[in-house]
């Protein structure tokens, strides 16, 4: 280990320890930034070629890329650290493990192997994405670890209720947000996808192993005449420990390219990163934003 990461430990070592598994995303930053400010030594495990490794290893007290289905090596870290509380956050491309092989050629671990073999090489269980989270879960609280809900140490990040921009939808977009709820509602309830693309009534694009940004494109390939409408919202009883719905940047710039209007979200249960550069971002654009209540 390096004398600097050793020498920062050393630091930190009266204080309460969590450890941060990170993946793609700003969202692992703000997290990491908000669990030093309340004073707690943070060990993050990065996902190798997905978290921001430079980043996060300014602000962590420990950093350590490791690959995403080595489930052993960060178990084996926490142990011998002392660690009992963990985190999971930031966005992982899930369409890789469905190539050839594709859980064989990530190189998995013993650990990872044996809690997954029954989803991706016998595939006698199902491979839906609260499945697969709740059996790391399970795995982690095999050996005494509680696995937090990230946003209750960075709970700003989680959007409030209201009209987030200048421009308010229409009555027609209106429509089409209360219908794309309901769909959104009905595909997050079978584990599918979290957004839903509408314009004047119609199901453009619904979200499903190829993840916001991709459904977006393909919305505006679909629907070239814009005013695209996006619902995003959480499950229902959504596991606010795993896959909570999330915009940023990435998803405004995308939106707007393929002709988007109106993000509708769910307030309280949806993740809004670099909120002020997201609403100034939109009011450019001509976007709205909206914040609804919780559909449950």
Known sequence: ???????????????????????????????????????YSVHCLGVRGLADRKALSE????????????????????RRHKIHDVIALGKVHKSALFRPFGIIQLFPDFTTLRVFTAHFITRTKDCKDDTLMKCIIRLFEKFGFKFGVPTDYAPDLLVQGGILTQRKPSDIQWRDINYGMLVAKELGRFDIGQSVLVANGIIIAL????????????????YQRGGLVLVKMAKPHQDM???VPTIGMNTMENFARAGGKVIALEAGKTIVVDLHDVIRF??????????LPSAE
Not at 16 to 37: D, E, F, H, Q, S
Not at 59 to 78: E, N, T
Not at 207 to 222: F, M, S
């Open 1 to 39: 280990m390096p004398v600097l990461e050793r020498t920062r430990m050393e630091n930190h070592g009266n204080k309460k320890r969590i450890c941060m598994i990170a993946a793609w995303g700003r969202y692992p930053i703000y997290v990491a930034r908000a669990l030093k400010a309340r004073g």
């Open 241 to 243: 420990r795993f896959d």
């Open 59 to 78: 602000i962590c007290d420990f950093y350590c890329p490791v690959g995403i289905a080595h489930l052993g090596k960060i178990i084996r870290h926490m």
């Open 282 to 291: 939109a009011n450019q654009h001509g976007i709205s934003i909206v914040a």
């Open 207 to 222: 979200e499903a192993l190829e993840g916001t940004d991709l459904c977006i494109q393909r919305a505006g390939e679909l």
